[in-house]
Protein backbone atom coordinates (compact mmCIF):
# COMPACT_ATOMS: atom_id res chain seq x y z
CA UNK A 1 0.00 0.00 0.00
CA UNK A 2 1.54 3.43 -0.95
CA UNK A 3 0.21 6.83 -0.16
CA UNK A 4 1.71 10.36 -1.59
CA UNK A 5 1.25 13.60 0.40
CA UNK A 6 2.67 16.99 -0.47
CA UNK A 7 4.39 18.92 2.79
CA UNK A 8 4.16 23.00 1.71
CA UNK A 9 6.28 23.88 3.91
CA UNK A 10 8.46 22.13 6.98
CA UNK A 11 5.55 22.67 9.81
CA UNK A 12 3.70 20.43 7.57
CA UNK A 13 6.65 18.32 7.20
CA UNK A 14 6.90 18.23 10.99
CA UNK A 15 2.93 17.95 10.85
CA UNK A 16 3.34 14.78 8.81
CA UNK A 17 5.48 12.87 11.07
CA UNK A 18 3.60 13.46 13.53
CA UNK A 19 1.01 11.53 12.35
CA UNK A 20 3.32 8.39 11.66
CA UNK A 21 4.36 8.92 15.05
CA UNK A 22 1.10 8.46 16.73
CA UNK A 23 0.75 4.89 15.37
CA UNK A 24 4.20 3.36 15.36
CA UNK A 25 4.86 0.86 17.44
CA UNK A 26 8.38 -1.06 19.30
CA UNK A 27 10.44 -2.39 16.89
CA UNK A 28 8.79 -0.47 13.76
CA UNK A 29 11.56 0.90 10.99
CA UNK A 30 11.32 3.75 8.74
CA UNK A 31 13.69 3.74 5.47
CA UNK A 32 14.19 7.73 4.84
CA UNK A 33 15.19 8.18 1.12
CA UNK A 34 15.81 12.01 -0.37
CA UNK A 35 18.39 14.28 -1.47
CA UNK A 36 20.27 16.80 1.26
CA UNK A 37 18.10 19.94 2.43
CA UNK A 38 14.84 17.29 1.29
CA UNK A 39 13.39 17.99 4.87
CA UNK A 40 13.96 14.25 6.38
CA UNK A 41 15.30 15.09 9.61
CA UNK A 42 12.29 17.36 10.02
CA UNK A 43 10.26 14.66 9.00
CA UNK A 44 11.94 12.73 12.33
CA UNK A 45 11.52 15.51 14.60
CA UNK A 46 8.07 15.26 14.04
CA UNK A 47 7.86 11.63 14.48
CA UNK A 48 10.27 11.99 17.88
CA UNK A 49 8.02 14.93 18.96
CA UNK A 50 4.85 12.34 19.23
CA UNK A 51 6.68 9.92 21.21
CA UNK A 52 7.52 12.73 23.35
CA UNK A 53 11.44 13.54 22.47
CA UNK A 54 12.14 16.89 21.36
CA UNK A 55 15.93 17.00 20.89
CA UNK A 56 16.38 15.60 17.44
CA UNK A 57 19.38 16.89 15.48
CA UNK A 58 20.72 15.08 12.07
CA UNK A 59 23.26 12.45 13.46
CA UNK A 60 25.92 12.48 10.38
CA UNK A 61 28.86 12.45 12.35
CA UNK A 62 28.17 9.89 15.28
CA UNK A 63 25.94 7.83 12.36
CA UNK A 64 23.40 6.95 15.19
CA UNK A 65 22.14 8.78 18.37
CA UNK A 66 19.60 6.83 21.00
CA UNK A 67 16.96 8.47 22.40
CA UNK A 68 14.43 8.01 25.17
CA UNK A 69 10.55 9.01 25.54
CA UNK A 70 7.47 6.92 25.55
CA UNK A 71 9.16 4.40 23.38
CA UNK A 72 12.84 4.79 22.37
CA UNK A 73 14.05 5.95 18.98
CA UNK A 74 17.15 5.20 17.34
CA UNK A 75 17.99 7.37 14.29
CA UNK A 76 20.65 6.34 12.26
CA UNK A 77 22.12 8.41 9.29
CA UNK A 78 24.12 6.23 6.76
CA UNK A 79 25.19 9.12 5.09
CA UNK A 80 29.09 8.67 5.76
CA UNK A 81 28.22 4.36 5.62
CA UNK A 82 30.25 3.13 3.08
CA UNK A 83 29.46 -0.95 3.49
CA UNK A 84 27.15 -3.04 5.87
CA UNK A 85 30.79 -3.49 7.63
CA UNK A 86 30.81 -0.76 8.86
CA UNK A 87 26.88 -0.97 10.54
CA UNK A 88 27.84 -4.16 11.78
CA UNK A 89 30.51 -2.97 13.82
CA UNK A 90 28.54 -0.66 15.82
CA UNK A 91 26.09 -3.34 16.84
CA UNK A 92 23.63 -2.57 14.36
CA UNK A 93 21.94 -6.42 14.94
CA UNK A 94 21.58 -5.64 18.33
CA UNK A 95 19.73 -2.27 17.31
CA UNK A 96 17.52 -3.53 14.81
CA UNK A 97 16.73 -6.42 17.80
CA UNK A 98 16.34 -4.50 20.76
CA UNK A 99 12.66 -3.29 20.24
CA UNK A 100 13.59 0.55 19.50
CA UNK A 101 11.55 2.12 17.00
CA UNK A 102 14.67 2.65 14.41
CA UNK A 103 14.76 5.67 11.56
CA UNK A 104 17.52 5.39 8.83
CA UNK A 105 18.42 8.13 6.61
CA UNK A 106 20.34 8.03 4.11
CA UNK A 107 18.81 3.72 3.09
CA UNK A 108 20.20 4.25 -0.60
CA UNK A 109 23.79 3.70 0.47
CA UNK A 110 23.10 0.06 2.74
CA UNK A 111 20.45 -1.20 0.71
CA UNK A 112 21.50 -4.67 2.88
CA UNK A 113 20.52 -3.43 6.24
CA UNK A 114 16.73 -2.49 5.64
CA UNK A 115 14.54 -5.31 6.73
CA UNK A 116 11.58 -6.60 4.89
CA UNK A 117 9.14 -5.55 6.61
CA UNK A 118 9.19 -1.27 7.16
CA UNK A 119 7.89 1.91 5.95
CA UNK A 120 9.22 3.54 3.10
CA UNK A 121 9.77 7.11 2.92
CA UNK A 122 11.03 8.63 -0.10
CA UNK A 123 10.96 12.37 -0.04
CA UNK A 124 11.74 14.92 -3.41
CA UNK A 125 12.03 18.40 -3.59
CA UNK A 126 14.69 20.71 -1.74
CA UNK A 127 15.03 24.98 -0.78
CA UNK A 128 11.77 26.52 -0.74
CA UNK A 129 9.51 24.12 -3.22
CA UNK A 130 7.28 21.97 -1.55
CA UNK A 131 8.07 18.34 -0.96
CA UNK A 132 6.37 15.05 -2.31
CA UNK A 133 6.64 12.34 -0.15
CA UNK A 134 5.88 8.73 -1.34
CA UNK A 135 5.11 6.55 1.62
CA UNK A 136 4.72 2.80 1.12
CA UNK A 137 3.95 0.30 3.65
CA UNK A 138 6.14 -3.15 3.58
CA UNK A 139 4.23 -5.36 5.29
CA UNK A 140 0.41 -5.31 7.26
CA UNK A 141 1.90 -3.94 10.46
CA UNK A 142 2.22 -0.31 9.21
CA UNK A 143 -1.17 -0.08 7.73
CA UNK A 144 -2.77 2.10 10.28
CA UNK A 145 0.13 4.51 9.47
CA UNK A 146 -1.13 4.49 6.47
CA UNK A 147 -4.67 5.50 7.02
CA UNK A 148 -3.62 7.37 9.04
CA UNK A 149 -2.06 9.32 6.54
CA UNK A 150 -4.88 8.94 3.96
CA UNK A 151 -6.22 11.31 6.23
CA UNK A 152 -3.90 13.97 6.26
Do not use: Q
Not at 8 to 21: H, L
Not at 41 to 61: C, D, Y
Amino acid sequence: MSVTLIAKSAEEMRRIGCVIGRELFPSAFIALYGDLGAGKTTLVKGIAESLGITNIASPTFTIVRHHVGEMVLDHFDAYRIESMDELTAIGYDDYLNSGSVIIMEWCENVPDAIPNNRLEIRIEGSGAEARTLSVTAHGDEYLPVMEALKKW
